[in-house]
């Protein structure tokens, strides 16, 4: 669904945009409406739980370190 394999037949749509056909900033565009959580082996060994949590927060938003620390406690909460 997210483009890690292009479809032998039809479409994957996304808000009616075909994530397989777009490219560029456009597939960035898509890609950024929608997170993925994969069921193991993808955490960053060197970082902790929170710090693994944070980092897309860091990487896509201008958000200060506090307010990220802060959503990543609250995310870790929610899955307790």
Same mark, same amino acid.
């Given at each position: 669904?997210?483009?890690?394999?292009? *479809?032998?037949?039809?479409?994957?749509?996304?808000?009616?945009?075909?994530?397989?056909? =777009?490219?560029? =900033?456009?597939?960035?565009?898509?890609?950024?409406?929608?997170?993925?959580?994969?069921?193991?082996? =993808?955490?960053?060994?060197?970082?902790?739980?929170?710090?693994?949590?944070?980092?897309?927060?860091?990487?896509?938003?201008?958000? *200060?370190?506090?307010?990220?620390?802060?959503?990543?406690?609250?995310?870790?909460?929610?899955?307790?």
């Amino acid at each position: 669904m997210i483009g890690l394999y292009k *479809p032998v037949a039809g479409k994957v749509l996304i808000d009616d945009e075909d994530i397989a056909a =777009a490219s560029g =900033a456009a597939r960035l565009k898509i890609l950024r409406k929608f997170g993925v959580m994969y069921q193991s082996g =993808a955490l960053f060994g060197s970082m902790t739980l929170v710090e693994n949590v944070a980092l897309p927060l860091e990487e896509f938003t201008d958000l *200060p370190p506090e307010a990220i620390r802060l959503i990543a406690l609250m995310k870790l909460e929610r899955s307790a």
